[in-house]
């Protein structure tokens, strides 16, 4: 009997262990967020409201530079910039928020994250394919003169 209970025990703490990973992803889920908090974006030659990471007032590219119907990633700034339709410019954090890593492809309409498939609408961040939960938060960005600046 008292080897049920040393089994007994060692798989309640293995399962203890692995819920509390799970619970630490899901807390670690928020790390993008922390990237990149906003409320919203607006298309070219208006400011997008919210908050974006690396430092403001620094030009990313021209606009363009971003592909039409893509985008480009600046993964020192942690910001991705997209085109969904000529002259409308949207930015996004590049950080996934289902596991803080880095985007890496922008690619068939959709922002791709290589850790785990998680992909995201260009036009507004939101999720198109798990396991993310939540959209891409959007970052803040200016376009004046044809050139996308952060902040």
């Known amino acids: 009997m008292a080897r049920r209970t040393v089994v007994a025990a060692a798989g ?3 399962l203890t262990v692995a819920l509390a990973a799970c619970g630490n992803d899901m807390a670690g889920s928020g790390s993008g967020d922390k990237a990149a908090a906003g ?3 607006t298309g070219a030659g ?3 409201a ?3 990471a690396g430092p403001a007032g620094k030009e990313l590219a021209k606009a363009a530079e971003i592909p039409q119907g893509g985008g480009k ?3 020192a700034e942690k910001v ?3 085109q969904p339709q000529n002259g409308e410019i949207k930015a996004f954090s590049a950080v996934c928020p289902h596991a803080g890593c880095v985007v890496n492809e922008v690619s068939g309409g959709t922002i791709n994250c290589p850790c785990h498939g998680s992909k995201f609408d260009i036009t507004d961040g939101s999720v198109k394919h798990g396991p993310a939960t939540k959209g891409l938060p959007p970052a803040k960005v ?3 003169g044809g ?3 952060l902040g």
């Open 50 to 52: 919210g908050g974006g």
């Open 80 to 82: 991705v910039v997209t």
């Open 39 to 41: 409320d919203g974006a």
């Open 147 to 149: 050139a996308v600046t």
């Open 142 to 144: 200016s376009v004046k």
């Open 73 to 75: 990633i600046f993964k």
């Open 12 to 14: 309640a703490a293995g």
């Open 46 to 48: 208006g400011s997008e």
